[in-house]
């Protein structure tokens, strides 16, 4: 599978003077709603790794497909970093960062509902990740 990076660019695909913001909002929520209960991988994830301090240790990851390839998006204070190379098989996904511009990062995650564990891999060493589901809620 092949995959892309996206960060909510489903914002995108309504325009401008389509009704109210609340409105817009709840037709968004059906969406993603629609899109969760055939997929349980997408969404948006909070995750934290243990045993890091230097501004990656907590963030969002962002999931979603497009044309049958997901999208995964790390999401930091300090902004956002790209994936590449993601992978899915059954409940576990894999991908490839790149931190502080040039360090690859491998990541493994196994999602089992709406909570994931799994592990960054790093020339550092290895470091245990924790998520649970943000949205779409349960």
């Known amino acids: 599978m092949k995959f892309v990076i996206c960060f909510f660019s489903v914002w995108a695909c ?3 003077g389509w009704g109210n913001g609340e409105a817009m909002a709840q037709r968004l929520q059906l969406q993603i709603t629609e899109v969760q209960e055939r997929d349980p991988l997408a969404g948006i994830w909070n ?3 243990l ?3 230097n501004g990656y240790e907590k963030g969002l990851l962002i999931i979603t497909k ?3 390839d997901y999208i995964v998006e790390v999401v930091l ?3 956002s970093l790209p994936t590449y190379d993601v992978g899915v098989m059954d409940n576990t996904i894999q991908f490839l960062v790149n ?3 040039t ?3 491998a990541v493994v995650l196994e999602v089992n509902g709406h909570e994931f564990k799994g592990e960054a891999i790093t020339k550092e060493g290895r470091y245990s990740l924790n998520g ?3 949205f779409p809620e349960k």
């Open 103 to 105: 360090e690859r990062v």
């Open 51 to 53: 045993g890091v301090v």
């Open 47 to 49: 995750y934290e790794v």
């Open 77 to 79: 204070d300090q902004g």
């Open 14 to 16: 309504y325009p401008l």
């Open 66 to 68: 497009s044309n049958g």
């Open 99 to 101: 931190i502080d511009g």
């Open 132 to 134: 649970t589901k943000k």
